[in-house]
């Protein structure tokens, strides 16, 4: 094997390994084997048709539901302690994991092989994907107080963590200064998972793009 397919090889089976930590992979594979099961022979079967559409409806479900989670999160992270930021930063890195799955090697979603089949389902759920990293970091920069207080009005939720994160998912750029060596951590983590998130929904449009140019030329 080539050094650059051994490379790749290897990174591969790490996406797949870290994909294998979220319990989205573990509930899928359940409903995975089901739809082998009701399999007959090398024909689809009405029932193998039933659970693929059943993973399709717990994938966006799951997606959707993580964006209404995570501005939960944010709204009541003033009463949350200060270790739920681990999951939240766990739930940034599945989420950048996943997306680079899909693109750089067709895995981590519900169809199987190896060839990227983007589609207006897939660009759409990775869009709702960046939201909720977007709020997700909201809720770091909230939780590890990287940022100072600024009110509405007295008693209101900080809005100031929202518009950091805001500032540095759509300008790379915070709003405010870090206040520290953690402020700085997590404005430098959120720039990296902007940049390599931007980049692969660039991929998949050119990918939509590209398929449907054939599907025009066919």
């Known amino acids: 094997m080539k050094p650059v397919g051994r490379a790749a090889g290897t990174f591969r089976a790490i996406i797949n390994a870290v994909h294998w930590t979220s319990p989205y992979r573990w509930f899928d594979e359940i409903l995975k084997r089901n739809q082998m099961g ?39 992270h003033p009463m949350l302690p200060g270790w739920i930021a681990v999951p939240i930063a766990l739930r940034c890195l599945g989420i950048l994991n996943k997306e680079l799955g899909v693109v750089l090697f067709g895995i981590c979603k519900v169809t199987d092989g190896t060839d990227v089949s983007a589609s207006g389902r897939v660009t759409t759920l990775a869009l709702v994907n960046y939201l909720t990293a977007l709020f997700c970091f909201a809720s770091l920069h909230a939780l590890l107080g990287t940022v100072g207080h600024l009110h509405f009005d007295e008693g209101a939720i900080p809005i100031a963590p929202l ?3 805001m500032q540095v998912h759509f300008a790379l750029s915070p709003a405010f200064p870090p206040m520290d060596r ?9 720039s990296v998972f902007v940049f390599f998130f ?7 449009f050119v990918s939509l793009l590209n398929l449907r140019s054939r599907e025009d030329r066919g």
């Open 38 to 76: 009701a399999r007959k022979g090398n024909q689809e079967s009405e029932r193998e048709l039933f659970w693929l559409d059943r993973r399709y409806v717990f994938s966006d479900v799951y997606i959707v539901g993580w964006l209404g989670f995570s501005v939960a999160l944010y709204l009541a």
């Open 163 to 165: 518009l950091q994160a």
């Open 182 to 190: 953690m402020g700085h951590i997590v404005v430098a983590g959120q």
């Open 198 to 204: 931007a980049t692969l929904i660039i991929s998949l």
